[in-house]
């Protein structure tokens, strides 16, 4: 996988083609005629894990702030002043307490007007944390939305300042019981959950995987959790074989699932059906699984067939898809279509806040979203919570490909209609 930063580079010597792709959606930002920074300069903090074990969610996060800088070359236009746009781009190295720092930091000392973290709980809560604290508009994305509001006492509690928008764990768990109930398997499900937020989060047993299995008619085993980075899964595996599972569902990272999986192999536990959140979500960490990757499967929140377009260029989901494949020379990856929604939903929200320059306007304008973007339709106020919206999911799993190693397709649309299933459902070929 190409680093975060050799991404960059790759845009930066791109700059002009990107420069003719986008100029006729920077005029819409900024109309010619207008006194440059008339109104002042405004300042966002984005926060990406772009490096560490969390740094395949970031890596599309890099691509686009660099065609955000050219999108906004001539600034931002609001109530007829022109504002300049200083993107100030932070590594939380994915890690929860350099989140919270680097956010403080942007907060206090940079007097950003809107703070982005854009991706993975790890990152998001310690930084919208932040937000809340110290009182400046957020807006984030790429984590379910009960990880977002439970671990932070949004559950008690609306939030002030901090909005978010994706799919729910009621939608991946159903999408995780759709794609099950389509093969025959004995229906015996073990549980691989790490001893993190989001294991905790998927692992609960009140509104997380174990719960919403068992309803569905399926008999759950839950060892007990891993530790990230482990290099041994055998107590996990010896229960599972111990309890005869043909599933294991869950959620883990890419160097987790792949030790995880071949430790599989080497012990001769061969499951049907694997189904993980996280890790199976690139095609870098599927590949890294080698032909064991083939038949994983995962939930799916963005793809090329994504019926929408983005509010700031007018281009289709694939025409995003294409132009990274073709820009980065490696295949679309699923936070490419989020990545680039966060800042249609920033940028919607400065050219409407009264005073793009005013933090509490800022704040408001956020609130009062109701944009068509590249994941579909962003409306807080009418979702499961006052501070979310929710987007589409479905399940998909991973296939040989002509022109990639894998290729990723749709095989199950139970939760949401939108797209019509490309495939069914196969196991896991072992041998």
Known sequence: MNTIIEGIRQMRLSRRSALKTMGAAAATLAMPGLTRASGGKIKIGFISPLTGPLSPFGEADGYTVEKIKTLLANGIQNNGKTYDVEILVRDAQSDPNKSAEIAGELILNDNVQLLIPASTTDVINPAADQAELNGVASISSAAPWQAYVMPRGGDKKPFDWTYHFFWGLEDALATFAGLWQSIDTNRDVGMLFPRNADGETWGNRNYGLPPSVEKAGFKTIVPSMFQPRTNDFSAQISDYKSGGCDIVGGIAYVSDLKTFITQCSQQKFHPKVVTVAAALLFPSGVEAMGRLGEGMSSEVW????????????????????????????????QPLGYAHALWEVAIDSLKRASDPMDRASVRDALKTTDLNTLVGPIKFGTGPHANICKTPIFGGQWVKSDKWMYDLKIVDNSVNKLIEPEAKLQPIKWS
């Open 302 to 333: 963005w793809t090329p067939a994504f019926p929408f377009k983005s509010s700031l260029t007018g281009q289709t989901s694939r025409d995003i898809a294409n132009e990274w494949e073709s820009a980065m020379k490696k295949q679309w990856i």
